[in-house]
Each structure stands twice: as structure tokens, then as C-alpha cells.
């Protein structure tokens, strides 16, 4: 009897960036960005039928332990959830340019510097041409040797990957789905994003003398009320963090309100 139709290249050899874009789509197959539930279950048994047919086996024999043990390898913020950083862990990706810009984009501060400089027309975009750019500093820095049509690969992979609605460019947070979980506070802000009207009320309030921008000690008492408004809690230190890598949007200590509204805001100011 033949067995379950296999998914598209998985097994442990190494993949190419458009191949992990196939295996990711395969089996996020509502699209929502994490492999959960069904499709986890579905993930972990082509797993371990491509590791048994590379001859690779773990010691433990019931699925369910084995799925726990995996889990907790791989699942770094616990969430029950896969997401797609979090698999480049699993499947060795030969040019794995998701863990190169982790490595050289590791910190959300490092990361908001690189947006700032790509960001050339403060959009709260990055156009193809200029994520093209973006990565290709990217792989200099990492020393990784590449061609013209292998950087062309990257940055249409990357944009398939993330350019949620098809529109050829990157908001901040669909790029910043590339940071590591835990470095990824823009993450944190997705329940409590803003409209913009909701936005210019509590930017007035905090820019008292209607200058147009905010400094370090504002940005503080702003984010601190916002989290108290959705009832979250936060240590002082992930304050501190995140106040340090959203000011480094900032112009010499100037954090003018479309640098924030881009963060903030449920859409990119137009």
C-alpha cells in the first residue's frame, strides 16, 4: 500500500531557499505563519518518516514523547506553536539566510538600525529594490559568498515569505518576523496596535510643546502607560529594551511621530 503522499523536500538534506518556502507552505496550510495543532501533527510524522529514511532514529518510541522532546528543542518562546524562524532550526537550509540574518541582525536595536537605513524614504516600507540592498549587506557582513542571481533568489523568497498582502514591499513587522521570538517586540505590540487617531491623541499628549517629536524619557512614560491601558505586565528591563530599539528610529535623540506611528500604528502612515 503506498504510503501518505510524501511533502515536498523533506528530508534532511540540505534545502534551498525556495525549497523551505515549499516545505513551510505545505504544511502552514492556513497561511497564518505558525505550523500548530493539525498541521504539527501532520509536520512531526513526515519528520520522522524522512528520519527513518535517513536512517536517523531517536531512543524514545511513542510519537507523543517524541513530539514533546522535539517541542521543547525547537519551540524557543513555548507557545505550542512552530513558526518559520524556528523551523530553519530544523531543516539544514543550504544557504540558510534566515539564520545568517539572525546572526547578524541578532538584537531588535541592531535590527531597527538596519530598517532605518533601508527605510531611505521613512515609508514604513521596504521597497524590493531596497530589501535587495538590505540583504546583500547582509551576506557581505556574514562573509557569505554570492551572485547577482542567487541575491535575486533571497529577495523574492523573502518577499513571498513575508510580504503578507502582495504588494511587493515589507511593513516593519512583516520583516521583523525574521528576529528571534524573544528579541521580537514589535511581536508584543500586535494586540495593542493603534488607529491612527487613537495614535496622534497619545502622541499630542506626550509631545506637549507640539515640536513634532518625542525624546527617550516621553518615549518611557508613553510606552509604560500603553502597557498599563492593555494590562499587560513588563519588567523594567523589556522596557528598557524596547525603548533603546525603537529610538534607534530616532533622529540624534529626536523621535519624530512617523518613526513611531510605524511602529505603533496598525498600518504604515501613508
Known amino acids: 500500500m503506498a504510503g501518505p503522499q510524501q511533502a515536498p523536500h523533506l528530508h534532511l538534506a540540505e534545502l534551498t531557499a525556495s525549497q523551505f518556502l515549499d516545505v513551510w507552505r505545505h504544511f502552514d496550510t492556513d497561511g497564518n505563519g505558525y505550523i500548530e495543532g493539525k498541521e504539527l501533527e501532520n509536520f512531526f510524522q513526515e519528520l520522522e518518516s524522512a528520519r527513518k529514511g535517513a536512517g536517523v532514529d531517536s531512543k524514545k518510541d511513542n510519537l507523543g514523547d517524541k513530539m514533546k522532546e522535539f517541542m521543547h528543542k525547537y519551540d524557543k518562546n513555548a507557545d505550542g506553536k512552530i513558526e518559520m524562524a524556528e523551523l530553519a532550526q530544523i531543516l539544514p537550509t543550504e544557504e540558510n539566510f534566515l539564520l545568517c540574518f539572525r546572526q547578524h541582525v541578532g538584537s531588535s536595536s541592531e535590527f531597527m538600525e538596519a530598517w532605518r537605513r533601508y527605510d531611505t524614504d521613512r515609508s514604513g516600507y521596504i521597497e524590493a529594490n531596497e530589501l535587495k540592498g538590505f540583504l546583500s549587506d547582509l551576506l557581505k557582513k556574514a562573509n557569505r559568498p554570492y551572485d547577482e542571481p542567487k541575491l535575486q533568489e533571497y529577495t523574492q523568497t523573502i518577499l513571498r515569505m513575508f510580504d503578507m498582502n502582495g504588494d511587493g514591499k515589507l511593513g516593519l513587522s512583516e520583516m521583523s518576523r525574521l528576529l528571534p521570538v524573544q528579541e521580537n517586540f514589535l511581536l508584543k505590540f500586535q494586540g495593542m496596535k493603534l488607529s491612527s487617531e487613537e495614535f496622534n491623541a497619545i502622541f499630542a499628549f506626550y509631545d506637549k510643546d507640539g515640536s513634532g517629536f518625542i525624546d527617550e524619557n516621553e518615549l518611557d512614560a508613553l510606552l509604560k502607560d500603553l502597557y498599563e491601558k492593555n494590562?499587560?505586565?513588563?519588567?523594567?528591563?523589556?522596557?528598557?529594551?524596547?525603548?533603546?530599539?525603537?529610538m534607534n528610529l530616532s533622529d540624534g535623540g529626536k523621535l519624530y511621530r512617523k518613526e513611531l506611528e510605524i511602529v505603533l500604528c496598525n498600518e504604515p502612515p501613508m
Open 231 to 246: 494590562k499587560k505586565e513588563m519588567s523594567i528591563q523589556q522596557l528598557t529594551n524596547y525603548r533603546k530599539s525603537i
